[in-house]
């Protein structure tokens, strides 16, 4: 099988890596892929999803992964489809899931599936007046993509109506920012769950759990992720049927009424609260850095997974999972997420330990190569993802393999997985 991943992340180097040890996969691509992802497979760059179907074409490429969800909210799918190319991700209707925050607040109110109680509004004083019916916090959110600044949790009345008169007059997101959503604070513990679906049906992965904030502890400012791992003990079978019954189902469903059945990767954002979980939101995408934690653990072949979803057959699909824990650190460089820092040159000392050869592996991501040097060149750098038989014995191969990293500037969490050994 001739297979192309779009994207040139962590994410994206998590699923060529598994796709690189699969004998029935004859040719890799990344287009564009990252310093690290041409030692998986072949890097490509073009500059229109018209040349990379063309390309799609000519290299009579089986399957596209489509990874970051830009290309998918701007309809790659569809022009892939229309071309007759086998591709692995919603159309640019069923990415309106993430693409509008408004889009998705109204089809879960309308399909009844659970979520913050909310409204959303153009106009400002509606939304004055809805801030004041709420407790604080106060949650206010752009419709549009913001690159994951858009949400804000405003304390008090005041900050939370100062964030909609910047969003609704353009000065925070410009247009993205020019219709909100107004939503209650929800207190629980905050949860990412995946399901593959293929337009009617679906696998869900293990439950994983990112680590958004920079520091520690979960303070100092949001990132992308520091560190993610699974499966999460925080959610035990009665959440995952929960969440089946009362979210994936019906949006599924809903997505077929809606004539934009849902295929791809549905992210499911949930915070569970008193048991119960509550949708945050989705995106129609992996997550990054939960993919890093949740390709390792697959133990079925990922080209099966995302060409039967590409073919709507997944219902006969039977998929294992290694009965493991993943947990991965995000080593991120000096300036993240403020600004971005210069170059740097990446070690990593020789692996000798034959315990962190056979159960850690580095995920690569804001690199570049030169003359066979790699050099950190991004904001989110590698991940160093350990597995083990227990979170704990996950978490130590981790932190020993980034031990073995070295680049100027370095910088990770040293508690990720925290929640999950405090609850052993
Ligand atoms: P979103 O992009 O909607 O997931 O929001 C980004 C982050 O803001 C989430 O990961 C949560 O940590 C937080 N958040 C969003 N909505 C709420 C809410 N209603 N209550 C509490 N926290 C929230
Ligand atoms: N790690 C969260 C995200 O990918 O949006």
Do not use: W
């Amino acid at each position: 099988m001739n297979i192309m991943v779009m994207g040139g992340g962590g994410r994206e180097y998590a699923i060529g890596r598994m796709l690189s040890q699969e004998s029935r996969v004859t040719a890799l691509y990344f287009a564009p892929g990252n310093g690290a992802t041409s030692a998986l497979g072949e890097n490509v760059v073009l500059n229109s999803y018209e040349a990379l179907a063309d390309f799609a074409q000519e290299q009579n490429i089986d399957l596209t992964i489509v990874g970051p969800e830009a290309p998918l909210v701007e309809g790659v799918v569809d022009i892939f489809k229309a071309r007759g190319l086998r591709i692995f991700g919603p159309s640019k209707a069923a990415a309106r899931l993430e693409g509008s925050k408004v889009y998705m607040k109204n089809f879960l109110a309308k399909y009844t599936i659970p979520t913050a109680r909310y409204i959303e509004t153009d106009q400002i004083e509606r939304a004055f007046a809805f801030i004041e019916t709420l407790p604080t916090p106060v949650v206010v959110k752009a419709d549009g993509l913001c690159a994951g600044k858009g949400v804000i949790i405003a304390k008090s009345h005041d900050e939370a109506k100062q964030a909609v008169s910047q969003m609704l007059s353009g000065k925070s997101f410009g247009d993205a920012g020019k219709h909100v959503i107004i939503e209650e604070f929800l207190d629980g513990y905050e949860l990412s769950m995946f399901a593959i679906c293929d337009g009617s049906d679906y696998i869900l992965l293990p439950a994983a759990q990112d680590h958004k904030r920079l520091l520690n502890n979960d303070e100092g400012p949001n990132t992308g992720g520091m560190g993610a791992y699974a499966p999460t003990p925080l959610v035990d079978d009665t959440v995952y049927e929960k969440v089946k019954e009362r979210i994936i189902r019906p949006t599924l469903d809903g997505m077929q009424k809606e004539g934009a059945p849902f295929e791809g990767v549905l992210f499911i954002g949930l915070m569970i609260v008193n048991g119960e979980p509550i949708t945050l939101e989705f995106n129609v995408r992996f997550g990054d850095p939960e993919c890093e934690v949740l390709m390792p653990l697959m133990k079925s072949p990922v080209s099966e997974l995302f060409y039967k979803a590409a073919t709507k057959d997944l219902s006969n699909l039977h998929v294992e999972f290694k009965k493991q824990y993943a947990v991965g650190v995000v080593m991120a460089s000096r300036d993240y997420p403020y600004k971005s820092t210069e170059p740097a040159e990446i070690i990593v000392d020789d692996i000798v330990h034959d315990d962190l050869a056979e159960h850690a592996h580095i995920a690569y991501a804001g690199v570049s190569e030169e003359d066979g040097t790699l050099y950190a060149t991004g904001g989110r750098v590698l991940v160093c993802v350990g597995l083990g038989n227990s979170i704990k014995e996950a978490r130590d191969r981790a932190y020993m393999l980034c031990g073995q990293v070295h680049f100027a500037g370095k910088k990770m969490r040293t508690d990720i997985a925290y929640q999950a050994l405090q609850e052993a």
